[in-house]
Nanobody, 122 residues
Framework: QVQLVESGGGLVQAGGSLRLSCAAS????????MGWYRQAPGKQRELVATITSGGSTNYADSVKDRFTISRDNAKNTVYLQMNSLKPEDTAVYYC????????????????WGQGTQVTVSS
């Protein structure tokens, strides 16, 4: 069984910063890409940023130069440093991981966390 648990969300004023963490645990064999997505009320879930096991990153245009994704492979953890936050960044933030388990090391499946609320006040 695999779990992804996010933390670090909260309420912040516009212009402020937050750092989200997401730790994957369980019967993990290998993790490929990890990422952050967000879903605002009434909107579809959208990509925020992704990072490969080798450290290559990809960002949504709306967060470039403000957000930074990173990961600690030894801890199976991905981070999202969010600076210069705007009210439009308000959403539930979800992490995901493309990983294989010790039961089937050659099969990769995407797992999702439960989400953490980020609210940016103006």
């Amino acid at each position: 069984q695999v779990q992804l648990v996010e933390s670090g969300g909260g309420l912040v004023q516009a212009g402020g910063s937050l750092r989200l963490s997401c730790a994957a645990s369980g019967s993990i064999f290998s993790i490929n890409a990890m990422g952050w997505y967000r879903q605002a009320p009434g909107k579809q879930r959208e990509l925020v940023a992704t990072i490969t096991s080798g450290g290559s990153t990809n960002y949504a245009d709306s967060v470039k130069d403000r957000f930074t994704i990173s990961r600690d492979n030894a801890k199976n953890t991905v981070y999202l440093q969010m600076n210069s936050l705007k009210p439009e960044d308000t959403a539930v933030y979800y992490c995901n991981a493309d990983l294989s388990t010790v039961i089937a090391t050659w099969i990769y499946t995407t797992y999702w966390g439960q989400g953490t609320q980020v609210t940016v006040s103006s």
